[in-house]
């Protein structure tokens, strides 16, 4: 399809596994964003991808959290010793553009669930 | 650090009314942007509104960008069920790339 995908769209795991949640733009899209989306909530920023070079992991919300693009195509986001506060929608947007990437195309997001 | 307020947060209306939702916050946007997501999915972008008091009109849908590009809202004109939906505005500023953050959101329920 022409749009981003995500896999699996929903994971639940056990506390302490670990997951890998993967993604992939649009064909061409060099700009790669991930983003937490709590129940009733807007998304939250995780990590942005320039190509393969992550160029900020602010929104991170601890070590546990890792994120790759190694060929600056898919993306993958890995949970290491998952809390149950990891629980949530996580998602994905791509943009062609390099600079002022605002216009973002989203995928449809993968549930977590950490039971 | 970037904070968008959206209000209301819940919007329960009757086929055929207006709706106005707001978008708010004490910083600088370069750009605000609206989207609406259905349940299971994720976001899909409305409109992208860039310059202090553009108006933008997608049919029934009515997007405002404030003077000093630190507001925004969103109009709906006669509502219909199929604007059910959660609403979300997202505002571009403070990185070169587009980091975008994300109001609260506004679930509106349209009633037949």
């Known amino acids: 399809g022409a749009g981003v995908s995500q896999s699996p769209r929903y994971k639940v795991a056990k506390r302490g596994q670990d997951v890998a949640l993967r993604c992939d733009p649009i064909?061409?899209?060099?700009?790669l964003f991930w983003y937490q989306q709590a129940l009733g909530q807007g998304p939250e920023f995780l990590t942005y991808?320039?190509?393969?070079?992550?160029?900020?992991k602010s929104g991170l919300p601890s070590d546990r959290f890792f994120a790759e693009r190694p060929e600056g195509s898919v993306s993958t986001l890995k949970i290491q010793r998952t809390q149950q506060e990891d629980s949530a929608v996580y998602l994905c947007?791509?943009?062609?553009?390099?600079?002022?990437?605002?216009?973002?195309?989203f995928g449809p997001g993968t549930r977590l669930t950490v039971t | 650090t970037q904070l968008l307020e959206q209000s209301p947060q819940f919007l329960s209306i009757q086929e055929g009314e207006n709706l106005t939702v707001y978008c708010n916050s004490s910083?600088?946007?370069?750009?605000l942007q609206w989207y609406r997501q259905e349940p299971g999915e994720g976001p899909v972008l409305l409109v992208t509104?860039?310059?202090?008091?553009e108006v933008k009109k997608l049919k029934r849908l009515t997007f405002q960008f404030g003077d000093a590009r630190k507001d925004s809202s969103l109009h709906i004109t006669a509502a219909q069920p199929g604007d059910t939906g959660l609403y979300l505005c997202?505002?571009?500023?403070?990185?070169?790339?587009?980091?975008?953050?994300f109001g609260q959101g506004t679930i509106l329920t349209v009633h037949p």
């Open positions: 064909s061409g899209h060099v700009s």
């Open positions: 991808f320039q190509n393969e070079a992550q160029l900020d």
């Open positions: 947007a791509s943009s062609i553009r390099l600079a002022g990437a605002y216009e973002q195309y």
């Open positions: 910083s600088v946007f370069s750009s």
């Open positions: 997202a505002g571009a500023g403070g990185t070169s790339y587009g980091k975008l953050t």
């Open positions: 509104v860039v310059t202090g008091g």
